[in-house]
């Protein structure tokens, strides 16, 4: 004798609700989300009367120099002896690049002089010298 189910169960996940979910964590995700440019080191920057910006940040990498010596690149702190390096496989990479250096008013003149000869042997020749503008007289 065999015996027939008289109800069977059914298993269904309900998706009405998925979109708001969705939206929800899309918002959640936008408003905490930071977007950060780069902090390289803590570097005060020396002043000029007339400055330029520059044209695009796209192709452009950041070095910075701290008045201890440290050399900073997008971010990683670097030997001197492999500038050279890391900036000719930039160079490689884009041949676009700018380098955009940013060194503390107090750095060495010697230490910034030995980078820029480093940048020339990865012929990385596009450089930007940043600071920051002087108080009007």
């Known amino acids: 004798m065999k015996f027939k189910a008289k109800t069977k169960a059914e298993s269904k996940i309900p998706t009405s609700s998925m979109p708001d979910i969705i939206f929800m964590l899309l ?26 910006r520059l044209e695009s940040k796209r192709h452009t990498s950041h070095i910075f120099i701290s008045k201890d010596g ?7 702190i670097i030997p001197m002896e492999n500038v050279k390096h ?14 955009s250096l940013k060194a503390d008013k107090e750095a060495s003149m010697q ?12 012929d990385a020749l596009k450089i930007n010298y940043s600071s920051k503008t002087a108080a009007p007289l």
């Not at 440290?70 to 990683?76: G, P, Q, R, T």
């Not at 890391?86 to 884009?94: A, E, F, G, I």
């Not at 230490?111 to 480093?118: A, P, R, T």
Request: glycine share 4%; aromatic share 8%.
């Open 86 to 99: 890391v900036m000719y496989d930039k160079r490689v990479s884009d041949p676009q690049i700018t380098v």
């Open 111 to 122: 230490l910034i002089g030995d980078i820029h000869n480093e940048l020339r042997e990865a």
């Open 27 to 52: 918002i959640f995700f936008m408003v905490t989300t930071v977007l950060r440019e780069y902090e390289g080191l803590n570097v005060f920057l020396p002043q000029a009367r007339k400055i330029e």
């Open 70 to 76: 440290l050399i900073s690149i997008d971010d990683k």
